[in-house]
Each structure stands twice: as structure tokens, then as C-alpha cells.
């Protein structure tokens, strides 16, 4: 498996357009979970799924972010408009229940 | 007050020296988890501990349940190891992580 797909790397857009961060986990793990790393904040869950199904989105910061997982093997986080205190490096992992978390290479997001 | 504090911040060795980074907790876990970060890089999972002692290779991680602390240790350190270890923890009855800061360790040659 070549473990957590995000897409794109690096993302940089003007304050105010739609961004939208995708992940692909790796096969057969149950949750996934997407994270944001500031320097002020570190590491900081936004939201996971487990089985395709959000259970806890406490950690998205406002109703300008959103998530999905229409299946098992793609979930997208968008922030709609985005602002420049957005600017993070977000991450998606994924895990069997109980287990270690693999998590993919990240997004860098610089909002402008 | 973090739930996750970790000690020291920044640290600085030569190499070949042998390196302790402390994970302090407050509240109740069913695991913790040691993550390193490269500089400009991802996140990989040292390790997943709820009891006892684990190791790989160079690598020692400790858990003291009944302290709420945990030990991460590297033997013979070489600038490789130079990067940012996280100490992490995982609740009951939920998979959220919480994080502690991170530690920047720098190994010089």
C-alpha cells in the first residue's frame, strides 16, 4: 500500500475562495482523521469518521469548514471562503480501531 | 493548562549521546502514542504504548500509568534523529489523539 494519499501537497489561494484538501486512507482501515498544524496551536484534531460516518467534528473551527467521506477510500476537507488565519498544514490519517495512526505527507495551505 | 506537556521544548546533544524526552498526562488514557516529524515533512508513528516498555531499534518507549508519564529514549543519537518528537494521547471509549507541543531535538555531528 503506498500508505495516506493527500492531494495537493501545497495549495495557494487569495482570501475568500473555496479550498478543497482531499485524502485517500489506506485500504481497510476503519477511521480516518483530519488535522491542522499551526506553530501557535500545533496539532490539533478538526474531525474523524469512522466507517465513512463523522463522529466527532467538535475540533472544526467554524461553519466554513466541512467534511466528507462519500466511501471508504476518499474523504475532501473544504474551507469555504477561506481566510488567511487558515493558513495551516493539515493533515489526514488513518488507523484500524485501537491501533496506530499512519498519516500522509500533509497539505500546506497558504492563504493570501 | 495542556492536557499533554512535554519536556524539554528544545534540546541539543552531540552525537552519539543518549537522549531522554519526558511526555507528562492529567488525565485518564487507554494509550499514547510517540510521533516524529522531520523538518517540512510528515508525521511518522514511533510508537503505541498502554502499559510497559516497547523498542525499536534505537528507540526505547517507557509508560508509567499510575505517574501519567512517559519516557522516550534514543541510544548512540545521530543526526538523523534530529527532528521533532510529539507525544500524543488517546481517551476512553473514543479514537481522538490529544497533542502534546512537540520536542526539537538537534543532534550535531
Known amino acids: 500500500d503506498a500508505g495516506v494519499i493527500q492531494s495537493p501537497r501545497h495549495e495557494v489561494t487569495e482570501m475568500g475562495q473555496e479550498v478543497t484538501l482531499r485524502c485517500k486512507p489506506i485500504?481497510?482501515?476503519?477511521?480516518l482523521f483530519w488535522y491542522r498544524q499551526t506553530m501557535m496551536r500545533g496539532l490539533e484534531l478538526l474531525i474523524y469518521?469512522?466507517?465513512?460516518?463523522?463522529?466527532?467534528d467538535s475540533g472544526m473551527p467554524e461553519d466554513r469548514f466541512s467534511a466528507k467521506m462519500p466511501n471508504a477510500s476518499f474523504s475532501t476537507l473544504k474551507i469555504q471562503p477561506s481566510e488567511p488565519r487558515d493558513s495551516a498544514v493539515y493533515f489526514c490519517?488513518?488507523?484500524?480501531?485501537?491501533?496506530?495512526?499512519?498519516f500522509g505527507q500533509g497539505t500546506r495551505l497558504t492563504v493570501v | 493548562k495542556n492536557e499533554v506537556e512535554q519536556s524539554p521544548q528544545n534540546l541539543t546533544a552531540q552525537e552519539g549521546e543518549f537522549i531522554t524526552i519526558n511526555c507528562s498526562y492529567s488525565v485518564g488514557i487507554s494509550a499514547l502514542h510517540w510521533l516524529q516529524q522531520h523538518p517540512g515533512g510528515g508525521i511518522v508513528s514511533l510508537f503505541m504504548l498502554s502499559s510497559g516498555k516497547k523498542k525499536h531499534g534505537r528507540l526505547i518507549a517507557t509508560i508509567n500509568i499510575q505517574e501519567k508519564h512517559s519516557s522516550l529514549h534514543i541510544t548512540a543519537s545521530h543526526p538523523r534523529d534530529s527532528a521533532v518528537y510529539i507525544c500524543a494521547v488517546k481517551g476512553f471509549g473514543n479514537e481522538k489523539l490529544t497533542f502534546g507541543t512537540g520536542t526539537r531535538l538537534t543532534i550535531i555531528p
Open positions: 490519517a488513518s488507523s484500524f480501531s485501537r491501533s496506530e495512526a499512519f
Open positions: 469518521f469512522n466507517n465513512n460516518v463523522p463522529i466527532d
Open positions: 485500504s481497510g482501515h476503519d477511521y
